[in-house]
């Protein structure tokens, strides 16, 4: 073997011999208490019709978009989608990213300087931790949630400061305390930055999540809004103000130097926020969290679509999940090092289309494995 192969495979050896060895797999468990689909719109027959109306009326939708927004990628249906999702969101304006991944590390890299100071909550999906690794600025984490530790960090920040949090926990399903964060953040004038990848679908009027639901529009740097949960589609927007757009639009490398999303995919994210408008399987996935809240309520139910089960070590939690999974369950176990050790867990994602008795049975089984 190669000597760049050997390495390869010895640090797959060391994750197998941990119990922490990744693989791609395809789930046999028929009900879905997985994936990110909160209001079922990735398997939508309407919103497949809608998307396809759609797209009949726009003429000359190519398969691909052929090169980069700068370049020949650029479509007026891309730029108007922005302008009508920042209008949704009741932000000045928006951009549009590949991913939500792409989105966090075009902003993260490209705007904190050297000199200056992110402050991110300690349980920060991984795309906000990369962002920052990939800036020049001072990097430091707060306690989770805890308000008193990151005023203990802004006390000793430089330059321009940037606080950044999700509005909802992508692994604990809890939210962000936003109101006093945001006061707190004007109070030190720091920059907020809030992800509201699982925030967006399931609160707000119509599912615009939790800024749109407090009304800190005003109070926040940047936004970022996924569409592969609740939107059941891909890609994502970073909302703020014009000058906000303009520079990503300048320096925000994942956003530069990447292939602009097909049409047809600018027009499914359109449709989707059509369909999340009118809000009907976001009225019922709260009917759905309400029932598994009251079911489940010696085992800590948030009030997201996220629930958790701590195990505290990875084979406790792949064991559970395993159980689930030959029950028809399709629950899955988070490991180390994707959260902290000590707090693997069973992640349990709720949809609107999850009957009652899935989850009255669901609930069942972990009350009694
Ligand atoms: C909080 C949060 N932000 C960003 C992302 C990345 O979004 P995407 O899947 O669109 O790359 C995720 C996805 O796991 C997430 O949970």
């Given at each position: 073997m190669k000597p760049a192969e050997n390495f390869l495979q010895q640090q797959l050896d060391r994750r197998q011999e941990h119990g922490l060895l990744r693989k791609l797999n395809h789930s046999?468990?028929?009900?879905?208490?997985?994936?990110?689909?909160y209001l079922g719109f990735a398997r939508s027959e309407q919103l497949k019709q809608l998307i396809h109306e759609e797209i009949a009326q726009?003429?000359?939708?190519?398969?691909?978009?052929?090169?980069s927004r700068l370049l020949s990628g650029n479509d007026p249906y891309t730029e108007a989608t922005e302008h009508s999702l920042a209008d949704f969101y009741g932000a000045a304006a928006g951009l549009i990213f590949n991913s939500g991944y792409d989105a966090n590390i075009g902003l993260l890299s490209s705007i904190p300087q050297r000199g200056d100071t992110i402050i991110l909550d300690e349980l920060i999906h991984a795309s906000l931790i990369d962002g920052a690794r990939l800036s020049h600025a001072e990097r430091y984490k707060f306690k989770h949630n805890d308000v008193a530790d990151l005023e203990k960090k802004l006390q000793s920040a430089k330059g321009l400061i940037y606080v950044v949090v999700e509005s909802v926990y992508s692994m604990d399903g809890d939210q962000a305390p936003l109101q006093s964060i945001s006061e707190l953040c004007l109070r030190y004038q720091a920059n907020l930055i809030v992800d509201e990848a699982h925030a967006v679908g399931i609160?707000?009027?119509?599912?615009?999540g939790l800024i749109d639901h407090f009304q800190l529009h005003g109070q926040i740097f940047a936004r970022i809004v996924t569409f592969?949960?609740?939107?059941?589609t891909h890609g994502a927007i970073v909302l703020g103000s014009n000058t906000l757009r303009n520079y990503l639009i300048n320096f925000a490398r994942s956003f530069i130097y990447t292939t602009a999303a097909p049409l047809s995919h600018i027009v499914a994210v359109q449709c989707a926020h059509r369909l999340m408008a009118i809000g009907k399987e976001s009225e019922i996935l709260l009917q759905k969290i309400n029932l598994y809240q009251q079911l489940a309520n010696d085992l800590m139910?948030?009030?997201?679509?996220i629930q958790t089960i701590l195990y505290h070590n990875n084979s406790s939690a792949k064991q559970a999940a395993q159980k689930l999974q030959q029950q028809g369950f399709d629950v899955r176990a988070i490991l180390s090092p994707t959260v902290p050790?000590?707090?693997?867990r069973l992640r349990i994602c709720l949809h609107s289309y999850n009957t009652d008795n899935e989850i009255i049975a669901l609930v069942n089984h972990l009350k009694t494995s």
């Open positions: 046999k468990a028929p009900i879905d208490f997985c994936s990110n689909d726009i003429e000359g939708v190519k398969n691909g978009a052929t090169g609160f707000g009027k119509q599912g615009k592969g949960k609740a939107l059941g139910p948030s009030d997201s679509a050790t000590g707090s693997e």
